[in-house]
């Protein structure tokens, strides 16, 4: 089965930046979403942004848009969501997510079936 390790939450102040990491311990497909979502404290989950394993598409939400920056290294199928200009409504468990998609793109992936366990990420004002 999948498995999805994250690491690099953490706290931060406002305006700073943040890493996430994302390694799968076997997921060697052509058409494969791999991304991160975040739900905070009384909200909905929400998808962050995402890329496709062929030609390396991404999505991201509006809220994230200029600030995050999603990555890959095929090599090491791990996944990376840079986060800069860090913002206190960024607050959130951030998860990892993954599953075959075979549409071309990722766009209205919403339900993944692979999850990693969470990283929590503070942002504090």
């Known amino acids: 089965d999948v498995q999805l390790v994250e690491s690099g939450g953490g706290s931060v102040q406002s305006g700073g930046s943040l890493r996430l990491s994302c390694a799968a311990s076997?997921?060697?497909?052509?058409?494969?979403?791999m991304g991160w979502f975040r739900q905070a404290p009384g909200k909905e989950r929400e998808g962050v942004a995402s890329?496709?394993?062929?030609?390396?598409?991404?999505i991201y939400a509006d809220s994230v848009k200029g600030r995050f920056i999603i990555s890959r290294d095929s090599a090491k199928n791990t996944v990376y969501l840079e986060m800069n200009s860090l913002k206190p409504e960024d607050t959130a468990m951030y998860y990892c997510?993954?599953?075959?998609?075979?549409?071309?793109?990722?766009?209205?992936?919403?339900?993944?079936?692979?999850w990693g366990q969470g990283t929590q990420v503070t942002v504090s004002s």
């Open positions: 890329i496709y394993s062929t030609g390396g598409s991404t």
């Open positions: 076997v997921f060697r497909y052509s058409y494969v979403c």
């Open positions: 997510a993954a599953g075959l998609v075979y549409s071309g793109s990722c766009l209205g992936w919403t339900r993944p079936r692979y």
